[in-house]
């Protein structure tokens, strides 16, 4: 199980801010999961409608889309900051 | 860095005297303190406020990050970096950062990076709440603050 | 440059917020204030004080030129440029130099560009004063900075 | 008549801080200046001592060596300048 935690505009289009899934053991990289969220449904789609501008973190840290999940426990997705 | 980042997540304002005073206290070998305030801009005169979103524990642990790699790319005796969120009004502070040195540079150049970096990597999300009530919109990133990060490769 | 620059030559000790806020007041398209503090240093713990003479009136009229030069140079707000005179220990403030903007990267360059300048420019002399008694010696000026005027040509 | 004002150093060597002086008709530029200064005494041979880093404001604002010293009311003569 991991915890997935959405913020601002996907978090709107999602619905939730946050969740437990279960990983399928064919997602390996951030970009298997962006892709498997995107089978989850309408919000999920169009939250997810381009996968570039989605950023991720693994607990707490700023990931790649190519970086391996593993064993991670959070799971963050938002899109490009706009803070300071 | 002999002193250990201030770094803050919060609701209230900040006085920048106060934080100022209590980095610089107690050390004689200060000679340079460059302070950054970013401010709710209402360019057009239609925005009622900013409601500034978070990413709790990732914003603090971010932003000590990004004062780290600060203190080792030039000598700082201190630095102090506070972000606040919720409802922000136009001319109210929204983030501070701030850097000590011994020579004017260092603490010009430090505080410089640390705000391109927070710009760009810290987990913070700005939504604009509109005088007349119409549908509040979520800030674009600028291009601009992804090319400001170059500089400092 | 909406506001004309606040320009101070002083005894008295100056309050950083205090100082932004009169300048940043009424004004809701400041987005960014770049503040430096320049402190009285102490790195071998043999100064009791500086003591700064100053020229009158031409200290004033070349803070007001170099601030009115960095307003032309950079879309600047409003800028504040206070110098302290008189005895300053270490650990107290000697100069203030504050500049307002829309965005960070003007009021981070028109801050440095008027500090080199006052650095160099403006008639201000320092003497240590050393705590053993000894005979207090004149500051030399450093090469740096005028070195570090060249970098604005 | 012209006032003049010494700071700093050069205040100290010259042993006051300013003086009302008739300029020499020879004295065109802020270098015959310092040069006739110059022959004014110890004090000033020594304050003067390297021309190179006197700076000279006339009305309270910075001259070169070279200019031309014209009706100038006030010239003041100073060491390179320590503040900031």
Chains 1, 4 share one sequence.
């Not at chain 1, 939730?16 to 390996?28: A, R, T």
């Not at chain 1, 892709?35 to 700023?62: C, F, S, T, W």
């Not at chain 2, 760009?120 to 090319?147: L, N, Q, Y």
């Amino acid at each position: 199980m991991v915890k997935l935690i959405y913020f601002a505009w996907i978090r709107e289009r999602i619905g939730k801010s946050e969740e437990d899934i279960e990983l399928p053991d064919n997602v390996k990289t951030v970009g298997d999961l962006i892709a498997h969220l995107k089978q989850r449904g309408d919000g999920y789609e169009v939250a997810l409608e381009v996968p570039e501008v989605i950023h991720v973190a693994i607990n707490q840290e700023h990931s790649q889309h190519s970086d391996i999940i593993g064993d991670a426990r959070e799971i963050a997705l938002f899109p490009p900051m706009t803070g300071g | 860095m002999d002193k250990a980042p201030t770094i803050r997540v919060q609701v209230e304002d900040f006085d920048l005297q106060t934080e100022i005073d209590a980095l610089t206290n107690g050390q004689r070998d200060i000679g340079a303190v460059v302070s950054f305030t970013g401010l709710c801009r209402d360019d057009k005169g239609a925005l009622a406020a900013l409601e500034l979103e978070h990413y709790p524990g990732m914003a603090e642990a971010e932003m000590l990050r990004i004062a780290q790699e600060a203190a080792e790319r030039w000598p700082l005796n201190g630095v102090t970096v506070i972000h606040r969120y919720g409802k922000i009004e136009p001319g109210e502070n929204i983030v501070l950062v701030v850097a000590a040195s011994k020579h004017r540079q260092a603490a010009f150049d430090g505080a410089s990076f640390m705000m391109d970096f927070l710009k760009s990597k810290a987990p913070f999300w700005k939504r604009e709440i509109r005088k007349d009530g119409s549908e509040s919109a979520w800030v674009d990133a600028r291009d601009t603050d992804e090319e400001a990060l170059k500089r400092w490769r």
